[in-house]
Nanobody, 114 residues
Framework: VQVVQSGGGLVQPGGSLNLSCTAH????????WSWFQQAPGKDRALVGS???????QYADSVKGRFTLSRDDNVNTVQLRMNELKPEDTADYFC?????????WGQGSQVTVSS
């Protein structure tokens, strides 16, 4: 399984960004999609996850601001980030759980700054 990640960039506080990941091949069965953030000098932390046929779950720090969605027809997950804050600045990684392990995207840099 290969996971290709896209999105990210620089945004002002209060702005929005989208991140997405697609798993290849399309026939791969992804049980859980997860997003993690890793701020400079900190450990990777779970942002949220969405299991197959279940609703998303979020870390308290992003609840009400971030939205996870998945489209299993095209093996894609999206992370919509609204009301971004400077403390959201981090590298973001998606992970696709399949065949008993996580397959990781290559990471996206998100910088929230005025």
């Amino acid at each position: 399984v290969q996971v290709v990640q896209s999105g990210g960039g620089l945004v002002q506080p209060g702005g929005s960004l989208n991140l997405s990941c697609t798993a290849h091949p399309r026939t791969a069965s992804i049980g859980v999609w997860s997003w993690f953030q890793q701020a400079p000098g900190k450990d990777r932390a779970l942002v949220g996850s969405i299991a197959n046929k279940m609703g998303p779950q979020y870390a308290d720090s992003v609840k009400g601001r971030f939205t996870l969605s998945r489209d299993d027809n095209v093996n894609t997950v999206q992370l919509r980030m609204n009301e971004l804050k400077p403390e959201d600045t981090a590298d973001y990684f998606c992970a696709a759980w399949s065949l008993g392990r996580n397959y990781w995207g290559q990471g996206s840099q998100v910088t929230v700054s005025s």
